[in-house]
């Protein structure tokens, strides 16, 4: 039968008859009469359960299996059918019913071993001990004999329990035949050991010894050995241990024992006086313990004699796996096999064990798993081709989980075993391409407290695992760079190339950062000085990258690195290199740069010149204007950036681009595809903007496309980009008053794409991209910049026509953003300005003199309909005039004056100056404002705040209260009792027109004499 063809039947009648065979096993035991011969019988069905279980896990089924298997279940079955006779103790079994029950379970256990004999020799593949087993237990079985009807009316008539069974096996003169491993006879009724029926390839635990003089030949497990391996000696068995001695020693009772097993029995007598020898029981006088080197030599010798026949038996009894201690004592004496001849290891692997010893790495006892490992780092020493040979047997994965083992002596033997495998050089790479392994490894390595055996051992398998390169990078990647640090310093060329390359793609954990550059710095700057193009090349990446890290910047200073850079960039011209250094040196210096450190005195060369330098700056401009490529005008950029952080600095770089006009190829950058540098010029420009901006200006409405094109709506709110954010705000920095600007803007119909856009954003949130508010920010500054030019008709019609006045009266409270607020106040602030020259007087047309009925006339005079601004004296709107009374935009400026942001309540303030100028009516202006309490306002901020700026809005205002706000504001005024401190802090502190303002109000508040009226 093939292995492909359905085995539900096979697999259906093995576990109905392994389920029968264990239900047989508990039976006999709990039988009392002819004990021993029941017993018997149920060794002999447990022995037979194993070799179905072997035919059942077989490669392929023989063709006969279904009749062998169901000639077993009937015997089986008749034997179930016997013991339910035996156990139902009705009535007493005469002495011929019992005599009658035996034969029959004899004449079962023959016709199984006649059964187990038909099984053909194809069936065990390779096993080939598996099929000496079973056909020396079919001999065995079809030969049973449990005893004549002579010698059982014999036993009842003496009323005695009969000859001892290792008894009758010494008064019979029938040969058997013998294990190594058997399964102990000596079982109870309280603790049956062969009673848990296993699964496949399983066994339960069955006491085992090594005696031939101690086992009953009807209990052998294993092939016949007699024939392989010499008779062992009484003497070669320590009586403590009952194993063969490695190290016998003679006591003064003269018996011997294991040094060992008779040392720990020492210790027990450590604090008596008297001392016992375990098997005699005579005091001892001393403790000397004298070596049996005649024993000794007489066991290594029957050892080398019989080691080939003990590997054979030992693989027998794996490939059994009858019982834990069965396996356990297999491998340990295969331990001791290995230990004693290298050879040996040889012809252990070559006997087959290794795929054995690889399963039982998931055995269920610990310390299986624990023999097994170490059984395997025996056969791997000193020996690459063993190694070899391991590696592709087993996965090295598992023994990698096996250091994550909650049980110490697991981690500790496959810490053992992985440091075994870990000296050939081969499986280093191996090992180290295990995912998880070489963390795993390292995290051992860092916990010394916890277990330092441990630890020193995955130090060493880590030292082990250095030999590969690409083990050295998947330390780094862990966070071990000790390693790649000692091969970029002490490496040879080569070897340097590669750590360099290594760590130039690595990322560094932040407790490494400074370290790295420490160390690295030095062999990276030689590499850059005297390497090859290779060498070079990867010098300057990892350079870049640890640049990258901010930290870093002032050691990479102190390591001479600008210098290096700076003559890269600027000095080195070698023809025929093939890499473009330029750029790595440009991405280095701009990298550091941006690290924050002080850059105007920061020297760049060895003629003395510095960052902040004329030299420093035309040269990068230099670069920048002829058409370097975009990576290269990137790093470029990022370096003026830096550059303009500082007021001196700034002066050179914006003469620098006046000089050489440079300002045409940056305006040029902003229509490039390359989003960084666009980003990043724009970013730039808007730097420069206050110091050049006309000129920028000239230059962004001669170029193709602007300035429209920095006004791109995206397409959904959640798609705007940095570069959306920039350019806008760059629109929003250019000079406000520059009507060109306005009027191109105008032009390409921008406004209407800007409302749009604003209140999308509005209803979306600005937590809705990234740059979302950025954004916003930028196009509401648009909107401020056409309010700076309301005297030209387009503008003000503009103006007019989207009422920007209501447009930022509601930015003003409908927004989280300070800067909005405040470009809102500004907004209002440029159109109440404006409020005065537009606020006209009615005009009212003269009608015709006519009679018309009294009921027409009434209200037909439009005066009546006509609201008078009384502020502005005239007619006002918020759309028309941008009146922020009509607006009810007072309210909301009175609401920012409490605002934290110092430079929102000072755009309010501002705004709210322009209802109280000369050019308006003061005195109703006055009386609005205090009808909503507005010097309340303005005197928590001038007490709250004392930028010189807001000091002198705030107190202007506030002597427009005491001059024309009658004596409610003189009283409110006068009544705040920490607003002369404020006064006298503004006198001595403010400037000019600070001083004055404090004066005046001082003196109008009778806290200073008034000189004028002397």
């Not at 149920?42 to 022995?47: A, F, I, P, Q, S």
């Not at 103790?89 to 034969?103: Q, R, T, W």
């Not at 040094?259 to 005579?282: L, M």
């Amino acid at each position: 039968m093939s292995i492909k063809e359905d085995a539900t039947p096979i697999i259906g009648l093995s576990e109905s008859m392994l389920a029968s065979i264990s239900g047989i096993t508990v039976a006999v035991v709990c039988i009392e009469m002819e004990k021993e011969n029941f017993i018997e019988f149920g060794c002999y069905l447990y022995r037979a359960s194993l070799a179905i279980m072997e035919l059942l896990t077989a490669e392929s089924h023989p063709a006969n299996a279904i009749e062998i298997l169901r000639t077993l279940s009937k015997n089986v079955d008749l034997a179930m059918d016997v013991m339910k006779r035996c156990e139902e103790g009705m009535e007493p079994i005469s002495d011929n019913e019992l005599i009658s029950i035996i034969a029959q379970l004899e004449e079962v256990i023959k016709h199984m071993g006649d059964c187990l004999s038909l099984i053909p020799s194809s069936s065990f593949g390779d096993q080939e001990y598996a099929e000496v087993a079973i056909r020396s237990l079919s001999k065995e079985m079809q030969n049973a004999k449990f005893g004549t009807s002579q010698t059982l009316a014999k036993t009842y008539e003496l009323n005695t329990h009969g000859l001892s069974l290792e008894k009758q096996l010494k008064e019979q003169e029938v040969s058997t035949e013998k294990d190594l491993y058997p399964i102990s006879v000596e079982v109870s009724a309280e603790t049956p050991q062969f009673l848990n029926m296993p699964p496949a390839r399983k066994s339960s635990s069955s006491d085992i010894t090594r005696k031939h003089g101690k086992m009953r030949s009807s209990l052998t497990t294993l092939p016949q050995v007699d024939q392989y391996v010499e008779p062992l000696y009484e003497t070669f068995f320590c009586p403590l241990t009952q194993k063969i001695m490695d190290e016998p020693v003679t006591i003064g009772s003269g018996v011997t024992y294991e040094r060992k097993a008779i040392t720990e029995w020492f210790e027990k007598f450590k604090n008596s006086e008297e001392i016992i020898c375990p098997t005699t029981g005579k005091k001892l006088v001393s403790t000397n313990l004298n070596t049996n080197i005649a024993l000794k030599s007489t066991i290594e010798e029957w050892k080398e004699r019989n080691e080939s026949a003990s590997i054979k038996v030992a693989k027998a009894a794996l490939s059994l796996a009858s019982s834990e201690s069965m396996v356990l004592e297999a491998i340990k004496d295969l331990q001791s096999i290995c230990k004693r001849k290298q050879y040996n290891r040889i012809e252990v692997l070559s006997v087959g064990v290794l795929p054995s010893l690889v399963k039982f790495l998931d055995y269920k006892d610990r310390d299986v798993r624990c023999a097994a490992l170490e059984l395997l780092r025996l056969l791997a020493e000193e020996d690459d081709d063993c190694k070899e040979i391991i590696s592709k047997t087993m996965s090295i994965s598992t023994v990698i989980k096996m250091l994550s083992s909650s049980h110490q002596s697991i981690r500790h033997a496959s810490l053992l075993f992985l440091l075994e495998l870990s000296r050939s050089l081969s499986l280093c790479k191996k090992i180290g391409s295990v995912t998880g392994g070489i963390l795993t490894l390292i995290s051992i390595k860092y916990k010394p407290s916890i277990d330092e055996f441990a630890s020193e051992k995955a130090d060493e398998i880590l030292r082990n695992l250095e030999r590969s390169p690409n083990n050295i990078k998947r330390m780094a990647e862990c966070g071990l760079l000790e390693p790649l640090l000692n091969q970029l310093t002490e490496g040879c060329e080569e070897t340097k190339m590669e750590m360099a390359s290594y760590l130039g793609e690595i990322a560094l954990g932040h407790d490494s950062e400074t370290s790295v550059a420490e160390r690295a710095s030095s062999p990276l700057i030689k590499m850059i000085q005297f390497g090859n193009t290779l060498s070079r090349r990867e010098a300057f990446k990892a350079l870049a990258r640890i640049s990258s890290y901010g930290t870093n910047g002032k050691i990479l200073v102190e390591a001479g690195v600008v210098q290096i850079m700076v003559e890269e960039m600027f000095t080195r011209r070698i023809c025929d290199e093939p890499m473009n250094s330029k750029i790595e040196a440009a991405a280095i210096l701009a990298n550091i740069f941006e690290s924050g450190l002080d850059l105007e005195n920061l020297q760049v060369n060895s003629h003395g010149h510095i960052v902040s330098s004329n030299y420093f700056a035309y040269n990068i401009i230099y670069m920048l204007k002829n058409s370097s490529p975009d990576e290269l005008n990137i790093n470029h950029i990022r370096i003026l950036l830096c550059l303009t952080k500082t007021p001196k600095s700034t002066a050179i770089v914006v003469s620098a681009i006046k000089t050489t006009e440079a300002s045409y190829n940056l305006t040029g950058f902003i229509n490039n595809p390359n989003e960084e540098l666009a980003v990043l010029t724009i970013k730039l420009l808007g730097t420069l903007s206050p110091y050049m901006g006309h000129i920028l200006v000239e230059r962004l409405c001669k170029t193709r496309g602007q300035p429209e094109n920095l006004i791109q709506r995206p397409t959904d709110i959640t798609q705007i980009t940095e570069r959306h954010a920039v350019s806008a705000k760059y629109l929003a920095q250019l000079p406000h008053q520059n009507l060109t600007l306005n009027l191109a803007l105008l032009s390409k119909n921008v406004v209407a794409t800007i409302l749009q856009t604003i209140n999308q954003i509005q209803r979306s949130g600005t937590r809705s991209s990234r740059y979302a508010s950025a954004y916003l920010e930028g196009l509401v500054g648009i909107l401020v910049r056409f309010t700076a030019t309301l005297y030209d008709p387009q503008m003000l019609f503009l103006a007019r026509n989207y009422n920007f006045t209501l447009v930022f009266t509601e930015l003003l409270m409908k927004t989280s953003s300070d800067e909005v607020q405040r470009l809102s106040a500004i907004g209002l602030e440029n159109l109440s300005s404006e409020s005065i020259s537009l606020s006209k007087p009615p005009q009212i047309k003269k009608a015709k003199s006519m009679r018309l009925p009294k009921f027409l006339a009434f209200g037909s005079s439009k005066r009546s309909n006509i609201q008078v601004c009384a502020v502005h004296r005239g007619a006002c709107s918020s759309q028309n005039t941008f009146c922020l009374i009509d607006a009810k935009a007072v309210e909301k400026l009175l609401a920012c004056l409490d605002h934290e942001n110092v430079e929102v309540a000072e755009a309010a303030l501002s705004a709210i100056c322009t209802l109280l100028d000369d050019k308006v009516d003061v005195d109703q202006s006055v009386n609005m404002l205090s009808e909503v309490n507005a010097i309340k306002h303005v005197l928590k901020l001038v007490k709250e705040h004392q930028q010189e700026g807001l000091w002198q809005k705030s107190l202007w205002v506030i002597e427009k209260f005491l001059v024309k706000g009658g004596d409610k504001s003189s009283s409110d005024i006068s009544q705040d009792r920490l607003l002369p401190a404020t006064l006298v802090s503004a006198f001595h502190h403010g400037d000019g027109n600070t001083r004055q303002l404090a004066e005046k109000i001082l003196m109008h508040l009778n806290k200073m004499p008034n000189f004028s009226t002397c």
